[in-house]
């Protein structure tokens, strides 16, 4: 069964770094994309980046081209996105998720997070003082 849990988002000071994780509790992950969304107050989640079965990424959110990555863990069952050079405005809840239709694939375009992705974690809160 999938259960996803997002961890490691904290207060990080613009410029810095951090790694985000997204596990789930039985072994498995590795047969899944797995797709980053992020939603800042009063905004919608946007996805950020996803990581395909093949380990391949596709960046949905061009201001994070270049800074953030994606990589993933067999052995650990998890898989990371790695955040660079942070701004304030990647401030956010950040959430992992799975691809409704083909689940090992990255969708392109993103489509709807409330339709196209599911398996959703509680998420993990990342905060960037300037």
């Known amino acids: 069964q999938l259960r996803l849990v997002e961890s490691g988002g904290t207060l990080v000071q613009a410029g810095g770094s951090l790694r985000l994780s997204c596990a789930n509790a039985k072994p498995g992950l590795e047969y899944y994309a797995i797709g980053w969304f992020r939603q800042a107050p009063g905004k919608e989640r946007e996805g950020v980046l996803c990581i395909s079965r093949a380990n391949t990424v596709t960046t949905y959110t061009d201001s994070v081209k270049g800074r953030f990555f994606s990589s993933r863990d067999n052995a650990k069952n998890a898989v990371y996105l790695q955040m660079n050079s942070l701004k304030p405005e990647d401030a956010g809840n950040y959430y992992c998720?799975?691809?409704?239709?083909?689940?090992?694939?990255?969708?392109?375009?993103?489509?709807?997070?409330?339709?196209?992705?599911?398996?959703w974690g509680q998420g993990t809160q990342v905060a960037v003082s300037s």
């Open positions: 998720a799975i691809p409704v239709y083909d689940p090992d694939k990255c969708p392109s375009p993103v489509g709807r997070p409330d339709r196209q992705w599911d398996h």
